[in-house]
């Protein structure tokens, strides 16, 4: 079983919908979270992250942790085309490298 | 400052050829990291750098694969000999630190495809 688990999709949805995207782990120890975008063809791009429990937002985006079910999860609001893209989420333990979840291929349809 | 900087873009080449992938990462960061990207297999950490010293190698896939960093501001890929299942978007990235919520940035990529 992976560490970090998260479905590839793609999901597509229409132009202003909520879209809520999760990733699910196993090791208790994380406690960062993070949430990449990776437009086609470019490098990943740090969205926003989280330390612990609780929620974060930023804009349109929100991240929200929940540790007693260790799942995460990025909601955005208003989806726009221009958010089209995969989202990868990754979480670390204290000082240790970044754990990578599979991403999610999110298709916003106008 | 340029951001990570990632050469070639794109790279074709024939199994049993040997491939250099290059990479010059943000100055001042002391993290070098190199990544595989698949559709099976997502994205992979090979190999990460302190200081220029390599601290974690356990995810190069095998001999055929080496790194190194011979200073501050640049790093190489070396795949000897290329076989068509090394075909794969590879990433270098870079960051300050290891810890916490720091950001690490990616270059471009390099896609490679071994025929």
């Known amino acids: 079983q992976k560490e970090v688990e998260q479905d590839p999709g793609p999901l597509s949805v229409p132009e202003g919908a909520i879209v809520s995207l999760n990733c699910t782990y196993s090791?208790?120890?994380?406690?960062?979270f993070m949430w990449y975008r990776q437009y086609s063809r470019k490098g990943p791009e740090l969205l926003m992250y989280?330390?612990s429990s609780g929620n974060k937002e930023d804009g349109r985006f929100t991240a929200q942790v929940d540790k007693s079910s260790k799942y995460i999860s990025l909601f955005i609001r208003d989806s726009q085309p221009s958010d089209s893209a995969t989202y990868l989420c990754?979480?670390?333990?204290?000082?240790?490298?970044?754990?990578w979840g599979a991403g999610t291929k999110l298709i916003i349809k106008p | 400052d340029a951001g990570v900087i990632q050469s070639p873009r794109h790279e074709v080449t024939e199994m049993g050829q040997e491939v250099t992938l290059r990479c010059k990462p943000i100055?001042?960061?002391?993290?070098l990291f190199w990544y595989r990207q698949t559709m099976m297999r997502g994205l992979e950490l090979l190999i990460y750098?302190?200081?220029?010293?390599?601290?974690?190698d356990s995810g190069m896939p095998e001999d055929r694969f080496s790194a190194k960093m011979p200073n501050a501001s640049f790093s190489t890929l070396k795949i000897q000999p290329s076989e068509p299942r090394d075909s794969a978007v590879y990433f270098c990235?870079?960051?300050?630190?290891?810890?916490?919520?720091?950001?690490?940035?990616f270059g471009p990529g390099t896609r490679l495809t071994v025929t």
């Open positions: 990235a870079s960051s300050l630190r290891l810890a916490g919520g720091e950001e690490q940035y």
């Open positions: 100055s001042g960061h002391d993290y």
């Open positions: 750098f302190n200081n220029n010293v390599p601290i974690d």
């Open positions: 090791n208790s120890a994380f406690q960062y």
């Open positions: 989280t330390y």
């Open positions: 990754a979480m670390r333990r204290s000082n240790y490298q970044l754990i």
